[in-house]
């Protein structure tokens, strides 16, 4: 999208988004997701608005949207917790449409190298991705799934045992095209979760009182929560940054991007939670609240497809083997839609 009039459609897209969580989702369904439960009535709304075949192309039948109108899209499901799985069916949808596959109706489950499937028994579908830039669509009934326990987050997620045969297979145009997805995708979860519980934090810093005013009056306080503010921001901005960049390059071209918006985000998960929970205090850490519901999630979230220190060592490697005399130019290319980190 470009242009005045593509924001705008952005805008009513992330409204309509916006709009359906505030009114199905919420933390009964963030809970009742963490006990195994499908939000069934809540995929069904997300299917009407064509939302899961959004980023395929339009003549596979989706909408052909791009990486950065996902992001945008990623990060109203972050704020709202993400109680669907349609991150991942909406990045299994266009990876499939890359490899030239027509992706079938219905929830895609998004199996990347060596890191759980969210909601991977729910699948009617699988998108299966290996090392290499192979694409290979299953049936979800063949997948014989195992339990991923140990997560944070409590998220629903399953390891497949076994795929059986692909009912299609084919393969991405670069290797990395996957992984930097998978990275791109949980940047903007977290970027959307972090706002949310910097919203959390600044309200109950201007209810709740002590020594007979409202602790935000507090000038520690409010240099925290400026922290945590500009921490969300910034992983905002690196994650829309990383959404524009895999539109002007693809996806293989715009790892430099994609890498240091996971960076940032990871970063500011950790900084910006911590500040949230020293606010609330004792009640945060509570099941009762809801603020670990985003915490946990953020934290779960820095460590999928790469942690910081991961993607930070690549960058690293690649501004090393590009040599010294061409790190400047690098960085300045790549806004001109040419790069080679």
Request: with cysteine; charged share 20%.
């Amino acid at each position: 999208m470009a242009g005045d009039a593509d924001e705008g459609l952005r805008g009513i897209l992330i409204e309509q988004v916006d709009r359906l969580l505030s009114d199905a989702a919420g933390p009964a369904v963030l809970r009742a997701a963490e006990r195994g439960e499908w939000p069934e009535a809540l995929w069904a709304e997300a299917e009407a608005l064509g939302l899961p075949l959004a980023l395929a192309p339009e003549a596979m039948g989706g909408a052909g949207l791009g990486w950065e109108d996902a992001v945008a899209v990623w990060q109203v499901l972050g704020r709202h917790g993400a109680p669907l799985p349609l991150a991942h069916g909406m990045a299994a949808a266009a990876l499939l449409g890359l490899a030239d596959i027509e992706p079938p109706a219905g929830f895609i489950a998004l199996a990347l190298p060596n890191e759980p499937v969210a909601w991977g028994r729910r699948a009617g579908h699988v998108a299966a991705v290996d090392g290499a830039g192979q694409v290979a669509l299953h049936d979800g009934a063949g997948v014989e799934w195992r339990r991923s326990e140990g997560a944070i987050s409590r998220e629903p997620a399953d390891r497949a045992a076994s795929f059986g045969a692909p009912l299609r297979t084919g393969r991405l145009p670069g290797a990395e095209a996957a992984r930097n997805a998978g990275a791109l995708l949980h940047a903007a979860l977290i970027a959307g979760a972090l706002e949310a519980a910097l919203d959390m934090a600044v309200d109950y810093a201007n209810t709740r009182k002590q020594f007979g005013r409202p602790i935000g009056a507090f000038q520690a306080v409010q240099q925290q929560l400026a922290v945590c503010a500009s921490e969300a921001a910034a992983a905002a901005v690196a994650a829309a940054a990383a959404g524009r960049a895999a539109d002007r390059r693809g996806l293989d071209d715009a790892g430099f991007e994609i890498g240091s918006a996971k960076v940032v985000a990871g970063e500011a998960a950790g900084t910006g939670a911590a500040i949230a929970h020293q606010v609330f205090a004792a009640i945060g850490f509570t099941d009762d609240h809801p603020l670990h519901l985003f915490t946990r999630r953020m934290w779960s979230w820095r460590d999928a497809c790469g942690a910081e220190r991961v993607w930070a060592r690549r960058i690293g490697e690649a501004a090393l083997a590009r040599g010294g005399d061409a790190l400047w130019p690098d960085l300045t290319a790549r806004n001109e839609g040419r790069g080679n980190a």
